[in-house]
Structure formats: C-alpha cells, structure tokens
C-alpha cells in the first residue's frame, strides 16, 4: 500500500477527524497527519495498526511519547475504550476517568487547546 493509500485509509477508518482530539479535517484546514503511535524510534512500525489519523497539533504535543508502564502508555483511539477513561465535561472541557485518562489528557495536551 503506496504512502498515499495509506493516508486515505486512515481518513476513512477515522471519519476524517484527528483520532485523539476528535476535531474533524474542516475545522482544522484540511487534511490531517499520520501519527505512528508507538514511535519508530521507539520500536514500531510504520503499519496500519500503528498509524492514528492526527491533527497537527496533536501529533505535535505526542511527539516522540510512549509510556514504559501500562499505567503511562497512551490510549489508542481505534484499540482501548476512550469512553472508560475520559469523558467531556459540560463546557468541553475532557476529564480523566482513570490515571490512563490523565496520561492521555495531559500527554495531548487537551484541555490547553482552544480549537477544541
């Protein structure tokens, strides 16, 4: 599958939003990055399982990041239950369910963003 076949695929599997923050490719002037979840340097693969469609913005604020423990290890959108772990408040605001939430939130820098 050619890089650009890939970036389709992935615009389709997330519905054209940024997997992490959920903002979809209108509000964020077009088409988003490919994010590798667990980073290459870190050991992953650059495979569809390892791609989250990303906003610039989110992919900035992960960067090289990956959790040594469970406890650390970054939500994947398409993998682990996002609803178990973080929910938004009334004004927006996404709000920790459990300590993976509050890596998630705080890794991605959610609730600094006002594009949100």
């Keep these: ?64 990041y990956w959790g040594d423990t469970d406890e650390s290890r970054l939500l994947h959108p398409k993998e682990d239950d996002l609803a178990a772990h973080v929910s938004r408040g009334s004004s927006g605001e996404v709000m920790a369910l459990s300590q993976r939430g509050s890596v998630y939130i705080s890794v991605l820098e959610l609730n600094i963003a006002t594009s949100l």
């Design 1 to 64: 599958m050619t890089r650009s076949e890939k970036t389709q695929h992935l615009r389709v599997l997330y519905d054209y939003r940024c997997g992490y923050c959920g903002i979809p490719e209108a509000r964020a002037g077009g088409v988003l990055t490919r994010d590798h979840f667990k980073p290459l340097t870190k050991g992953g693969r650059n495979s569809l399982d390892n791609l989250v469609y990303s906003c610039e913005r989110c992919n900035r604020a992960k960067g090289n």
